[in-house]
C-alpha cells in the first residue's frame, strides 16, 4: 500500500517565484486535505476536498495560493508569488469518510519549502 | 485563534516512566479527539483517539483520557520507551471532515 505521496520532498525557490506541490491520496480515499507545518502554529489546516470538491478554504493564508483537484488521485498547492514567510513544511492528507465515527487522516511526508 | 492548545513544547522522561502529554481545547463543539504521532522527516501517523461519549480509552502502552467539562485531554505513555521520542499532536474535530490540530509536545524518552 502506497499512502499518501506528495513530490517534491524539498523545493528551494527564490522570492516571486511559482511553487507548485502535487499529492496523490490514497486510493479509494474521497477527502484530501492540505496543512502548513509551523512552529508558530503546528498543523494549520489549509484546504479540504470531498470527493473532489473544495469544501472548506478557510485556511487559505491569501490569493497567492491556490489549489486544485482535477480528479481523485491528483491534487497540487500553488504559491504564486512565493515569498520568505510562506517557509514552511507542507502536508497532503487523506481520509475515508464517512467513516464509523473515526475521523483518522492519513498523511504524506510533507514537502518542506524554503523561499529565499 | 488557536482552538488547540498544547502547552507544553516539549518533555523529558526516563525510560520505564510514564509521560504525561496535555491537550487543551475551547470549542465545547469537539467531539472526536485524536493524537498523532510525528518523526522527523515524515508525516504524522495517528497513535489513539477518543470519542466524547468516553472519558477514557486504551491501546497498549497509551492511554487517552479526556475531562469535557475543563475541556482537557491527556495521553499517558507507560512505560516510555526511547523509540516513544517524537512530536505529539492533538487534534480534534467536531463532526465535520477537518481537524483542528495543536501546536505539538516533542517528547525525548532517554534512555
Known amino acids: 500500500d502506497a499512502g499518501v505521496i506528495q513530490s517534491p520532498r524539498h523545493e528551494v525557490t527564490e522570492m516571486g517565484q511559482e511553487v507548485t506541490l502535487r499529492c496523490k491520496p490514497i486510493?479509494?480515499?474521497?477527502?484530501l486535505f492540505w496543512y502548513r507545518q509551523t512552529m508558530m502554529r503546528g498543523l494549520e489546516l489549509l484546504i479540504y476536498?470531498?470527493?473532489?470538491?473544495?469544501?472548506?478554504d478557510s485556511g487559505m493564508p491569501e490569493d497567492r495560493f491556490s489549489a486544485k483537484m482535477p480528479n481523485a488521485s491528483f491534487s497540487t498547492l500553488k504559491i504564486q508569488p512565493s515569498e520568505p514567510r510562506d517557509s514552511a513544511v507542507y502536508f497532503c492528507a487523506s481520509s475515508l469518510v464517512p467513516l464509523a465515527g473515526d475521523h483518522e487522516q492519513f498523511f504524506g511526508p510533507g514537502t518542506r519549502l524554503t523561499v529565499l | 485563534d488557536q482552538q488547540v492548545k498544547q502547552n507544553s513544547p516539549s518533555l523529558s522522561v526516563q525510560e520505564g516512566r510514564i509521560s504525561i502529554l496535555n491537550c487543551d481545547y475551547t470549542n465545547s463543539m469537539f467531539d472526536y479527539f485524536l493524537w498523532y504521532k510525528k518523526y522527523p522527516a515524515e508525516g504524522p501517523t495517528f497513535l489513539i483517539s477518543?470519542?466524547?461519549?468516553?472519558d477514557k480509552n486504551e491501546d497498549g502502552r497509551f492511554t487517552v483520557f479526556l475531562n469535557k467539562s475543563a475541556k482537557h485531554l491527556s495521553l499517558h505513555i507507560v512505560p516510555s520507551q526511547p523509540g516513544d521520542s517524537a512530536v505529539y499532536f492533538c487534534?480534534?474535530?467536531?463532526?465535520?471532515?477537518?481537524?483542528?490540530f495543536g501546536t505539538g509536545t516533542r517528547l525525548t524518552v532517554i534512555p
Open positions: 487534534a480534534a474535530s467536531s463532526g465535520a471532515n477537518n481537524l483542528f
Open positions: 486510493s479509494g480515499h474521497n477527502s
Open positions: 476536498f470531498n470527493n473532489n470538491v473544495p469544501i472548506d
Open positions: 477518543i470519542s466524547s461519549i468516553k
